[in-house]
């Protein structure tokens, strides 16, 4: 036990915490199981009980006290120091996860007080207490940060007197859309992943002067794209935050036809400097900026997000530079369009990754022990320092959603990317600020 443990103990602080549950939820990430086991150990080793609940909130939403009962072994696992073992460089999630959305009704803070809408919400609360769990450790995306935020002000709204259990946040996403968090865990593995699958695909472009269009994850932000094409040497990259009115038809929407010139443009510029391959990155959260009669068919998720991957937008761009290309040219160009992204979500994580998860799960345990917090997001920052971010900083005050970050263009993060990649003149709008001269990519 660390001075800092037994000092805590002397204040009195997290004395109430005797059993935490932990959940993970929405997609894999690199390091995840780096996150649980330090989290877990954190608590059994300091002679507290940690019950890992299996597949998310899938069966914490449908908990009845006689029609669904929850059971170790089957719903939950109850971790002993030997299950977390060797475990933090390992694959996978050890618990499972899903993308079960109990608070899928809640748009307002009105509707906290709607009995319907917080039907699952109540579900999920009455199970820890029944459970005796006295704090949840939420491990998971924008969207699960959002559901700990529900049952944290859910409680608010309990009569005096009533059970409190306290909810704490670990932010995950490979995507690293995060605001609270410079970088989230996972990330540097996932782009590692995929950037080594684009220097083959490069590779193959040069040998066959062809081109690739890669689709990455990344729906709402380019951090990912923009990772993975600087790591992976692309020669452009495209997300959202890179849609300026030149790339916008007369509705305010992506145009393929004005995304495709772009790209031709591109490789005409390349052609100039006998260079007649190339790959370029697309962030697959342009697809949701497409117009509506490319999407109206396209199939939704739960949540009513569009399903990206439906959609192929590598493919679909590919099809159109091809055509339009030949239409200008007279000649044929070889175009590909290639989706990556699920083969990194479970890769083995690197070791900054697991440095990283490491701290933030420690990071649960000395915010409910040590600093005796609730409804706050464990962050890290600089030397891996530990923060705690209160939920009401990182939400939307009227949607109650999870606020998102976005490259900002013309900073350096996104500048590094536009100075390594072909442009097709000195200073455009991708790139404020000038280029320093150098051969071009």
Not at 54 to 75: A, I
Not at 159 to 171: C, I, K, S, T
Not at 197 to 213: M, V
């Amino acid at each position: 036990m660390t001075n800092e443990t037994k000092t805590a103990e002397k204040l009195g602080l997290g004395d109430d915490i005797r059993r935490v549950g932990l959940v993970f939820s929405g997609g894999p990430a690199p390091a995840a199981n780096a996150v649980i086991s330090a989290a877990a150990t954190s608590f059994v080793e300091d002679g507290r009980e940690v019950i890992g609940f299996f597949h998310g909130y899938s069966n914490l939403q449908d908990y009845h006290p006689v029609t669904h009962r929850l059971l170790p072994d089957r719903h939950y696992r109850i971790f002993q120091a030997k299950d977390l073992s060797g475990l933090r460089n390992s694959r996978g999630i050890i618990i499972g996860t899903a993308r079960s959305n109990p608070g899928a009704d809640i748009r307002s803070p009105a509707d906290l007080d709607d009995a319907e809408k917080t039907k699952k919400i109540r579900a999920v609360y009455n199970a820890l207490v029944d459970l005796e769990v006295d704090a949840l450790i939420s491990i998971g995306g924008d969207g699960t940060l959002r559901t700990a935020n529900f049952i944290h002000e859910y409680q608010k709204r309990l009569p005096d007197g009533a059970r409190r259990v306290r909810v704490v946040h670990l932010p995950k996403t490979i995507d690293n859309d995060y605001n609270g968090i410079d970088f989230t865990f996972g990330f540097f593995t996932a782009v590692d992943v995929m950037a080594k699958e684009l220097e083959n695909l490069r590779a193959d472009a040069i040998a066959t002067s062809s081109y690739f269009f890669v689709e990455t994850m990344g729906r709402k932000a380019g951090w990912l794209s923009y990772g993975v094409a600087i790591a992976g040497e692309a020669t452009h990259v495209i997300s959202p935050e890179d849609i300026t009115d030149k790339l916008r038809d007369a509705n305010g929407d992506l145009s393929l036809d004005r995304l495709s010139d772009r790209i031709i443009e591109l490789m005409l510029t390349r052609e100039k400097r006998d260079k007649h391959y190339g790959t370029i990155v697309l962030a697959e959260g342009l697809t949701e900026h497409l117009p509506h009669s490319i999407l109206a068919d396209v199939p939704r998720t739960d949540s009513g997000h569009i399903s990206l991957g439906k959609l192929d937008l590598g493919k679909l761009v590919a099809k159109k530079v091809a055509e339009r290309y030949e239409l200008r040219t007279g000649r044929r160009k070889k175009t590909t369009g290639v989706q990556l992204g699920y083969e990194s979500r479970c890769a083995p994580p690197h070791a900054f990754d697991v440095m990283l998860g490491s701290q933030l799960g420690i990071g649960a345990y000395r915010a409910l022990v040590e600093e005796g917090l609730d409804g706050h997001m464990v962050s890290v920052a600089g030397q891996l320092d530990l923060h705690y971010v209160p939920f009401a900083k990182l939400m939307n005050e009227e949607t109650m959603a999870a606020k998102g970050r976005f490259i900002k263009p013309g900073s350096d993060f996104h500048r590094l990317a536009r100075f390594l990649e072909t442009r097709t003149d000195p200073v455009t709008d991708w790139a404020p600020g000038p280029r320093p001269e150098g051969k071009p990519v």
